[in-house]
């Protein structure tokens, strides 16, 4: 069944905003950090950002200051809310289970994603 399950993609001209909704299972949401990652056309994904069962996020560089992922820990959904876009940002979004890594005594949000959604599309105009 489907566990992650993207949604607000969308047209959008530079400067403008889009908020995308993942729905997860229980599950998936207990078990994993949330995520975005998006890839485009020839271009290997890009981890977007992450974040932990305590609110904490990590962005990639290329997003930092524009996007801000939030969650809703009740309905077991996360949020990316993506302002400032431009041409660039043009990809399949997808929202993703990230492993989490036991380091330094602490649970981190790791690289490795468990499973991602069906991607939603996100395109910026100039």
Avoid at 50 to 60: K, M, R, V
Wanted: glycine share 14%.
């Amino acid at each position: 069944q489907v566990q992650l399950v993207e949604s607000g993609g969308g047209s959008v001209q530079a400067g403008g905003s889009l908020r995308l909704s993942c729905a997860a299972s229980r599950y998936i949401y207990s078990t994993y950090c949330m995520g975005w990652f998006r890839q485009a056309p020839g271009k290997e994904r890009e981890g977007v950002a992450t974040i932990d069962s305590d609110g904490s996020a990590s962005y990639g560089g290329s997003v930092k200051g524009r996007f801000t992922i939030s969650q809703d820990n009740a309905i077991f959904t996360a949020y990316l809310q993506m302002n400032s876009l431009k041409p660039e940002d043009t990809a399949m979004y997808y929202c993703a289970a990230v492993k989490r890594i036991w380091n330094g005594g602490r649970w981190h949000c790791g690289l490795e994603y468990a499973g991602w959604g069906q991607g939603t599309q996100v395109t910026v105009s100039s």
